[in-house]
Structures are given as structure tokens and as C-alpha cells.
């Protein structure tokens, strides 16, 4: 049975910082592509950043510069972290494992919330 929980979503200020973590299990994690994709109400979902498995990565033009996104093979894991948060990256927030074309999975999604 595949897993993503994902975690880190929260509530903070424009111009501060928050890192999501996703914790895989199910998949042979060494071999999937990983990322996250953001959502709001009204929008289609928008890939905010992947990374391959031999980790190349590619960011969303709107997030370059201030998103990294890192992969950790032998925990099974994926990180966002969102520097200089602006309102506009508020979202809910969904990591997602890909092999292939025909095999992705999918976390619950965590809120993020950029307010003052």
C-alpha cells in the first residue's frame, strides 16, 4: 500500500519560511520522481517543483529562486522549503511520487497560509 504524509503546513507572515516534508512508504522510493504540486480554490493544480530520481529538479517559474525542493533516498523522504513566502503561495500543498506515465500517488494535501 502506497503512503505520502505529508507535514510542515502552517500559517506565517509574507517574507517568512516554512518546510514541507513528505514521508513515503509502499514505493521503491530510489526510483520515483517526487514533487509537489499547490492547488487553490477555483484553479487547476500547478507544479511547484519536481525532482528526479538522479536528482535533477525544475521549479515553477513563479517559485524560482525562493522554493528548493530535496529528496532524501535513504529516508524515504521529499522537502519544499519556501523562502520569502508571499500571499499568493497560498495553497493547499500535495507531494506526489511518479514512475513512468501511468503510476502516480498522491499525499492529502497540507495548507499553507501566507497572512499577515
Known amino acids: 500500500q502506497v503512503q505520502l504524509v505529508e507535514s510542515g503546513g502552517g500559517v506565517v507572515q509574507p517574507g517568512g519560511s516554512l518546510r514541507l516534508s513528505c514521508a513515503a512508504s509502499g514505493i521503491i522510493f530510489s526510483g520515483y520522481r517526487m514533487g509537489w504540486y499547490r492547488q487553490t480554490p477555483g484553479k487547476q493544480r500547478e507544479l511547484v517543483a519536481r525532482?528526479?530520481?538522479?536528482?535533477?529538479?525544475n521549479y515553477a517559474a513563479s517559485v524560482k529562486g525562493r522554493f528548493t525542493i530535496s529528496r532524501d533516498n535513504g529516508k524515504n523522504t521529499v522537502s519544499l522549503q519556501m523562502d520569502s513566502l508571499k500571499p499568493e503561495d497560498t495553497a493547499l500543498y500535495y507531494c506526489?511520487?511518479?514512475?513512468?506515465?501511468?503510476?502516480?500517488?498522491w499525499g492529502q494535501g497540507t495548507q499553507v497560509t501566507v497572512s499577515s
Open positions: 525532482i528526479f530520481s538522479e536528482g535533477t529538479t
Open positions: 506526489y511520487a511518479a514512475f513512468g506515465t501511468d503510476n502516480t500517488y
